[in-house]
């Protein structure tokens, strides 16, 4: 940096000139992003029904919230569907990522293949999948009518199973993106190191396990964080497969929000129910964010 | 460079080598599947849905389904198809991906060669931004486009899109210039460039990559919005997104499944572009440096 | 009845800067995107615009108008209203309650609305004693809808009581028949257990436990019983029940391959559909228990503050349209329901709408006209919505009919 020049209008204008410009987004996202949080943390506390109000009531909305037992459901299902579905992005990614990077043949297809499900939005893969899977007219009726009478698979219908479809089809729509995460990992990874280990007779398994894997420790935080802000805000997913049913076995906290705030007029607990969501994220977020910027000044 | 083609490649028996192809073939199928059926069942008269198997290939080929969700569907009061929505979806996406990845790749730039104090922890508090739900939002929005007195407006709309998505194109531009090297910048310096001159003649022409990806994930991301579409479109300039949930959600009568699909598919079919198209430089793109880390 | 179909050209121009409106319009939020329900909705259209206003349509489908009513929030937040919205029950009064809605008084008083519109409808259409909608249609949810083929072959009568009907439902069952149609989900478990409470314990316990959301009415042996007629009814429907849309359902009724269907008469637009006619085909009869009643919901349009006076008097135009004689009777023919006015001639209507708007008239006269708490009018969304949760959870087996009714009265106290 230019320490010693005169301090002339050009220079100075230089220093001030880039804080200028980053202002802009910079204040855009301190009022629609958190001043809009602190919004929803000041609602929580009010006795908001259909629209903003500003009574204060107290910690009431909160100690209601979990006498619910819809929130109870909804944190549950996003506890099990949340790790379910980022272990098995995770798992199914790699795996894809290291086989295609094989020198397939075909990879120019099978790519764009892996690849397209993220191109659509949440709510044609719920209605695709959720014909897919009624065992009316979907996969199980189709078994039947090729013969196989006693195959079964009404997991959309079953209460207890039901979280699990919205797993398969999340899971249909991420893998690809992560795979091409890890296929970009692994691309970028520095061969001098694969040839060493080679040389000192490192086996394939372990060339992957001890070298390879290691190394693509950045994507796997970037695919973590992706599908876990993917997983807490998943809404129209969860709506267009099974509308949170059957009943209300596959709430989440992003629809039971929206159905307490927008359909039950109880804005209130809405609220305090997204300040519970914004603080998981945070509680993820913050630390991996910490970690991550720190390292790189 | 792939692994598998230095000289030192991983050496693999025939048969993992089979095995490995069955793999991807089998996941290929997987993802393929529900495509599939959605395409087969859009080109199907409605008895054959009703009466017959969803994997099935038509025993009377069809178009007419298309057509009625492009021009003849029901979505609201008036039998429009999909049509006049498609272009109001363009008429938002286009300038909102536009401005928002301009804006992101400028901020990208000052946070890595205009460094200054404090600017580490303004990068963070914008990538926090990434992760905020969206129906959190909607009633304070809805107010403060109220009182700007752009509810209801195309550029409303595209406001609130660049918004939120200023996080996303800020990070992307973020971790792919701060791997440029800073050294041309500080040449350009020493050379009289000034701010503009240095990102527009310097940055911009190695921008490519990362370019195709933060256009890319906008794009995707604002075409398929369905809450900020339905909430600050009036009527007549709602995106597709709002149309086609109208036509597959109407709760009464008859379903047309194959008019649904051909629709679903028709809403999808510029984003599948797309990625179909620039999907190579997706990964390229990812490489460079943006998502690694 | 044709009305010329002019393509709102005005209106798309208008569409791009919508606020200020100098030609007449009115900007309309609804749910009724279906082919059938569209149809309907054009006789209005069709109406306005032959009065030389144009029609900004603004529909937003899903969750039965759930997605709408979001939406609404957000227009009116941002203060752009529509001019109006299709709005049911209580709905109506939580917006009146917030002074977003217009006063059509004066409109009232001209066409005399307070003498043609049941009281009970009234309660709805206006707020602190001023009209604030104007109500389009009167549904009522407590009807079985029955296959007459499938009651000859099985030698059954229209039952009028519970024990009959149970008998009637076995009988299917043995015959190897579905015995009632039902869709799992959760608005159509409640429409049943209205009927179940009324038939229970009448009038005066529905208004207790559904209305007056009295604690022990909520918890009494009779709300119990209530939950236990839900259990046989359970034991009647197929294993496939469970997320089937109501229209299914009623197809599945159409086709003989269930005797029964328990559902509002939106439902006869499907038997129509399948070419069938009221009394031939297909009867219609009050759920045994329920007779002498009518838990009702009504479709009306809430007509929201504009500040706009070429609005306001479009506002005006529409609501005397949606009032009109002629317009009752062409969208009631349509949709399915019952006029909102009691003064019309029923000789448009098929045998099942006379049968209704004679019912309607004579619960209206005696006293036995309630709103329907699974459709919005007999409580507010969250006090409706926690009894959904009750009634569903038990449905699908999570409570017994005891807990069931304790669960009741927790829940119906939190929303509170």
Redesign the interface.
Same mark, same amino acid.
């Given at each position: 940096m230019a320490a010693n020049a005169p301090t002339d209008l050009r220079t100075r204008m230089q220093v001030w000139l880039p804080k200028l410009v980053l202002a802009p987004s910079f204040a855009m996202v301190l009022i629609f992003v958190y001043g809009f949080i602190l919004f929803t943390l000041y609602l929580s506390f009010t006795g908001s029904r259909m629209l903003p109000s500003y009574d204060w009531v107290g910690l009431q909305n909160y100690q209601n919230l979990f006498r619910i037992r819809e929130w109870d459901t909804a944190i549950t299902n996003l506890a099990i569907f949340a790790s379910l579905y980022i272990i098995i992005c995770t798992l199914i990614g790699l795996f894809l990522a290291i086989f295609l990077d094989q020198k397939i043949r075909g990879e120019g297809v099978l790519r764009p293949i892996f690849l397209y499900p993220m191109a659509l939005s949440f709510i044609v893969t719920g209605t695709a999948w959720k014909w897919f899977l009624d065992p009316g007219i979907g996969i199980e009726a189709t078994m039947h009518l090729w013969g196989w009478e006693s195959f079964e698979f009404d997991w959309i219908k079953d209460r207890e199973m039901a979280i699990y479809t919205v797993v398969i089809a999340a899971v249909w729509q991420t893998s690809g993106f992560v795979m091409a995460m890890f296929l970009a990992g692994l691309r970028g990874i520095d061969t001098e190191i694969l040839k060493a280990a080679q040389m000192d007779g490192a086996s394939n398994w372990n060339l992957y396990r001890r070298v390879i894997i290691p190394q693509l420790r950045p994507a796997f935080l970037s695919a973590f964080v992706i599908l876990s802000h993917l997983a807490i805000k998943s809404y129209d997913l969860v709506i267009a497969l099974t509308g949170g049913g059957p009943g209300n076995a596959t709430a989440v906290p992003a629809t039971f929000m929206y159905s307490y705030t927008f359909t039950r007029n109880q804005m209130g607990i809405g609220a305090s129910s997204a300040v519970i969501m914004l603080m998981t994220i945070a509680a993820i977020m913050v630390p991996y964010l910490y970690a991550e910027l720190r390292e790189k000044k | 460079?792939?692994?598998?083609?230095?000289d030192?490649?991983?050496?693999?028996s025939r048969a993992t080598?089979t095995f490995?192809?069955l793999?991807?073939l089998l996941?290929?199928l997987?993802?393929?599947?529900?495509?599939f059926?959605?395409l087969v069942n859009s080109v199907k008269p409605l008895s054959e849905i009703t009466g017959g198997?969803? &994997?099935a290939l038509p025993e009377v080929w069809t178009i007419q389904p298309w057509l009625d969700a492009w021009s003849t569907a029901?979505?609201?009061?008036?039998?429009t198809g999909l049509r006049?929505y498609f272009w109001n979806s363009i008429r938002m996406v286009v300038p909102a991906v536009v401005i928002c990845t301009i &804006?992101g790749a400028?901020?990208g730039y000052?946070?890595t060669k205009?460094r200054?104090r404090g600017d580490?922890l303004?990068?963070?508090?914008?990538?926090?931004?990434?992760? &905020?739900?969206?129906? &959190?939002?909607?009633?304070?929005?809805?107010?403060?486009?109220?009182?700007l007195?752009i509810?209801?407006?195309?550029a409303g709309l595209v406001l609130v899109h660049v918004?939120?998505g200023?996080?996303f194109s800020?990070l992307y531009f973020r971790n792919y210039y701060?791997a440029f090297p800073t050294e041309l910048v500080r040449a350009a310096?020493i050379d009289g460039a000034?701010?503009f001159q240095i990102f527009w003649r310097i940055l911009i022409p190695s921008s490519g990559p990362i370019t195709v990806v933060c256009v890319i994930w906008l794009f995707?991301n604002i075409?398929?919005d369905?809450?900020f579409g339905?909430?600050?479109a009036?009527?007549?300039?709602?995106p597709m997104?709002?149309a086609?949930?109208?036509?597959?959600?109407?709760?009464?009568?008859?379903?047309e499944?194959n008019v649904?699909?051909a629709g679903?598919i028709m809403?999808?079919g510029p984003?599948?572009l797309?990625?179909?198209v620039a999907?190579?430089y997706?990964?390229?793109g990812?490489?460079a440096g943006s998502?690694?880390? | 009845m044709t009305f010329t179909r002019k393509l709102p050209l005005s209106a798309a121009a208008v569409a791009l800067s919508a606020t200020a409106v100098a030609a007449q319009e009115v900007e309309v939020l609804h749910w009724w995107t279906s082919g059938g329900e569209a149809a309907a909705l054009n006789v209005l259209k069709g109406d306005l615009e032959g009065q030389g206003i144009g029609w900004m349509d603004m529909p937003v489908a899903g969750g039965g108008g759930s997605d709408a009513m979001t939406v609404l929030r957000a227009r009116v937040t941002a203060g752009d209203p529509p001019t109006a919205v299709q709005m049911l029950g209580f709905s109506i009064q939580d917006w009146a309650a917030e002074g977003a809605l217009a006063n059509l008084d004066d409109l009232a008083a001209e066409q005399n609305w307070s003498d043609v519109v049941p009281e009970a409808l009234q309660r709805f259409s206006t707020y602190d004693g001023s009209w604030v909608a104007a109500p389009v249609n009167v549904h009522s949810t407590n009807w079985v809808w029955a296959n007459t083929a499938l009651m000859e072959e099985l030698g059954i009568e229209q039952p009028g009581t519970w024990d009959e009907f149970v008998a009637a439902m076995q009988a299917a069952q043995d015959a190897g028949y579905t015995a009632l149609a039902h869709g799992g989900q959760a608005w159509q478990d409640a429409t049943i257990f209205d009927s179940m409470v009324m038939g229970v314990g009448g009038p005066e316990f529905y208004q207790a436990a559904m209305v007056d959301l009295d604690a022990d009415a909520l918890g009494s042996d009779q709300m119990v019983e209530a939950f236990q007629r839900m259990e046989t009814l359970r034991g009647f429907v197929d294993d496939n029940f469970s997320g089937r849309d109501w229209n299914l359902a009623s197809a599945m009724v159409a086709n003989g391959d269930a005797l029964f269907q328990i559902m509002g008469d939106w439902a006869k637009g499907e038997f129509i559909n399948a070419g069938q006619t009221a009394g031939v085909e297909f009867q219609c009869f009050r759920v045994p228990g329920t007779e002498g009643t009518v838990t009702f919901n009504s479709d009306q349009f809430a007509m929201f503050n504009v500040s706009d006076e070429t609005a306001m008097a479009s506002q005006m135009s529409m609501a005397s349209s949606v009032m009109s004689p002629e317009f009752q009777v062409a969208f009631n023919t349509v949709k399915g329901s019952v006029p909102a006015r009691t003064d019309i001639s029923d000789e448009a209507f098929d045998a099942c709408g006379q049968l209704g708007m004679a019912q309607l008239a004579e619960a209206a006269e005696n006293g036995t006209l309630f709103g329907s708490m699974a459709h919005g009018h007999a409580n507010n969304p969250s006090v409706q919505n926690a009894m959904y949760d009750v009634i569903t959870a038990h449905f699908n087996g999570e409570y017994d009919a005891a807990t069931a009714a304790e669960e009741m009265v927790t829940a119906v106290s939190i929303a509170q």
């Open positions: - | 460079m792939s692994i598998a083609s230095q030192s490649a991983i050496r693999m080598r490995i192809y793999f991807l996941f290929a997987f993802y393929l599947l529900p495509f059926i959605m198997q969803m &994997i029901q979505i609201g009061v008036e039998p006049p &804006i400028l901020n000052i946070l205009w200054f580490t303004v990068f963070g508090l914008m990538l926090f931004s990434c992760f &905020i739900p969206f129906q &959190i939002v909607l009633i304070p929005m809805a107010r403060i486009l109220g009182i007195d509810a209801g407006t195309t918004v939120y200023i996080g800020t701060a310096q000034g701010f995707t075409w398929n369905f809450l339905a909430s600050f009036s009527g007549g300039g709602a997104t709002v086609l949930n109208n036509l597959v959600n109407s709760s009464t009568g008859v379903r499944y649904h699909f679903a809403a999808a984003t599948l797309v990625y179909i999907g190579r997706f990964v390229r990812l490489m998502v690694k880390g | -």
